[in-house]
């Protein structure tokens, strides 16, 4: 069983930045492919930005591209989302995800942590 506990979320003002956290519990952490998603009130879940913990290999949603970065430290376990430039349509509930598959579709992975919120005030 994987689980996964976010953290670093919190409120910012516009143009500001926060480092999100993911600490994973797998044991082999090439095994898996680790996604970002974020939910804003009253809208379904999307896609942030997907992770290779084999290559390395990253990909983005196009609102997100040159401000976020996804990262993985694989002797602490833990997948990182730095966000710089944080607006106000960034306001969302921040989950990340675990699964076998590279992948944008938040349906391939089975494993989830509980979310943080991450709200940008204008």
């Known amino acids: 069983q994987v689980q996964l506990v976010e953290s670093g979320g919190g409120l910012v003002q516009a143009g500001g930045s926060l480092r999100l956290s993911c600490v994973a519990s797998?044991?082999?952490?090439?095994?898996?492919?680790m996604g970002w998603f974020r939910q804003a009130p009253g809208k379904e879940r999307k896609f942030v930005a997907v992770?290779?913990?084999?290559?390395?290999?990253?990909s983005y949603t196009d609102s997100v591209l040159g401000r976020f970065t996804v990262s993985g430290n694989n002797i602490r376990n833990t997948l990182y989302l730095q966000m710089n430039n944080l607006q106000p349509e960034d306001t969302a509930v921040y989950f990340c995800?675990?699964?076998?598959?590279?992948?944008?579709?938040?349906?391939?992975?089975?494993?989830w942590g509980q979310g943080t919120q991450v709200t940008v005030s204008s």
């Open positions: 797998v044991r082999t952490m090439s095994e898996y492919n």
């Open positions: 995800a675990a699964g076998t598959v590279y992948t944008r579709n938040d349906a391939d992975y089975p494993y």
């Open positions: 992770y290779s913990w084999s290559s390395g290999r990253t």
